[in-house]
């Protein structure tokens, strides 16, 4: 007889990043900057495999010292107390496609790392929210999902046509590891169980019209599909040796939002639910007012522009004072929301003393052609603001990388302080918190103080 020989776990090292006092681990002698190993003998690749270890109830804790040596310690129904420096201990998984739509691909040099990894990783979808495409997953990945109830997970579709969605995704047959997995809706049908949140990136003339339709028809024929969102392509100018693509015009966007709007009216009958959701871009391309708080139910896929600007302004206005300290304010923003933001801070200037102006920059890292706030770079707000011309410059929280004063080209808060000659202050996410920030810079001068997202793990790996 013949034994098969199993061949030994790979071991991906945790960091620690700290102990909690008085916790098992602290008791037994953990120190941050120790690794830890495996539980109850088993590899760990990130923090949900760890979770599910000590769920188990018993669990034997292996870890490393800086030089080399290796101690163990139990736990027995209690939380060990150990935080990591990241969630994927075995690394991000990376796209298996190179959709001619892709960002990244669009993306101009010299930005961080981060910008240009090309994430498609199931565990951040759990985790933070962030799309998939699903077509890099093997057996393993499926059957994990599924065990686990890694739910819900939020799914680029695209297109159901699969002959449609393979010519725009175009995956690298190397990299595909399931050749299932690149089949759609086979792939949507093994995750049954899961509950999905669903998005249709929209080329003019190509994935929208009887394909929206189609697609559409197709998800709402899943139960588990809860919602799905149409977001119009995003473009750069920079989209070197890629096929020519262009933006979405009033009329087309016009034309997306009467198949969202009917297929809403027919979705409210059937499931309660308007269940597909256009994105705040296609609103304000067509030139049509946005849809009420209500209407979006709860903000589902916030994060993927789909109500950012009703839960904007949803927040309200607050009491005004007459008059404040003379203070010259300046908002700089994308020339898709200056409009918008204009109109919503009109009752500021009846404030005595305030100089409000809200200024649409140009996009000097990505082009005239990328319009949101959210892109723009300090590049940006240099070339686009005069030193000295205001005493607060207020930029929007969506340009800086999380928990950071840090815009996409690495230049700070600080930078446009030293360079502007003025303070620079993150803006509000909502607009009574905006209004807040307004008011507060009457008590600031003209001179400068010196001194977890998806994103946010790319940023650290």
């Not at 681990?25 to 990130?46: K, S």
């Not at 997995?181 to 509950?195: C, G, H, M, V, Y």
């Not at 918008?340 to 009109?346: C, P, S």
């Not at 840090?406 to 993150?426: F, G, N, P, T, Y």
Request: hydrophobic residues 40%; glycine residues 8%.
């Amino acid at each position: 007889m013949t034994l098969a020989l199993e061949m030994p776990q790979a071991v991906h090292p945790a960091l620690v990043s700290r102990v909690e006092p008085d916790s098992a681990a602290h008791r037994a002698g953990v120190q941050i900057g120790d690794e830890l190993l495996r539980v109850n003998g088993n590899a760990i690749t990130d923090i949900l495999a760890y979770r599910r270890e000590l769920e188990v109830g018993v669990a034997t804790l292996e870890l490393r010292r800086a030089g080399g040596e290796h101690f163990f310690f139990d736990v027995e129904w209690e939380e060990p107390g150990l935080e990591f420096s990241e969630v994927l201990f075995d690394g991000i998984k990376l796209c298996a496609n190179k959709c001619e739509f892709c960002y990244v691909h669009q993306m101009p040099r010299g930005f961080r790392k981060s910008l240009y990894v090309m994430d498609d990783d199931y565990r951040l979808s759990f985790l933070y929210g962030s799309f998939v495409t699903l077509t890099n997953l093997a057996e393993e990945d499926f059957q994990r999902i599924l065990n686990e109830n890694l739910s819900p997970l939020y799914v680029s579709i695209h297109s159901t046509d699969q002959a449609l969605r393979a010519d725009m995704m175009k995956w690298w047959r190397l990299k595909v590891k399931d050749e299932g997995s690149t089949q759609i809706q086979d792939a949507l049908q093994r995750l049954e169980p899961i509950d999905l949140y669903t998005q249709l990136v929209l080329l003019p003339n190509r994935n929208d019209g009887e394909h929206l339709e189609g697609s559409l028809e197709y998800l709402s024929s899943l139960p588990n599909v809860l919602s799905v969102a149409c977001v119009p392509l995003g473009l750069t100018e920079h989209r070197r040796n890629l096929p020519e693509l262009r933006p979405y015009t009033p009329q087309e966007a016009k034309a997306v939002l009467s198949i969202v709007h009917r297929w809403q009216r027919e979705m409210l009958l059937k499931r309660g639910t308007r269940f597909i959701f256009a994105s705040d871009e296609f609103y304000i391309l067509a030139g049509e007012p946005l849809p009420s708080e209500e209407a979006y139910e709860g903000f589902p896929m916030l994060e993927n522009g789909v109500g950012m600007v009703r839960d904007f302004l949803g927040s309200g206005f607050p009491r005004l004072p007459a008059s404040i300290a003379p203070t010259r304010v300046l908002i700089g923003t994308g020339s898709l929301f200056a409009p918008i933001l204009q109109r919503a801070l009109e009752p500021l200037h009846a404030v005595q003393g305030l100089s409000l102006e809200i200024r649409a920059l140009d996009n000097k890292s990505f082009g005239s052609v990328t319009s949101v706030a959210g892109l723009l770079t300090g590049r940006c707000f240099l070339e686009g603001v005069r030193a000295g011309e205001a005493d607060v410059l207020l930029v929007s929280p969506s340009t800086l990388r999380y928990g950071t004063e840090l815009m996409l080209d690495e230049i700070s808060l600080s930078d446009l302080r030293l360079q502007l000659k003025m303070d620079v202050r993150s803006g509000g996410k909502t607009l009574t918190d905006l209004i807040a920030v307004i008011l507060e810079s009457a008590s600031v001068t003209a001179v400068p103080q010196f001194g977890v997202s998806a994103h946010s793990v790319k940023d650290r790996a």
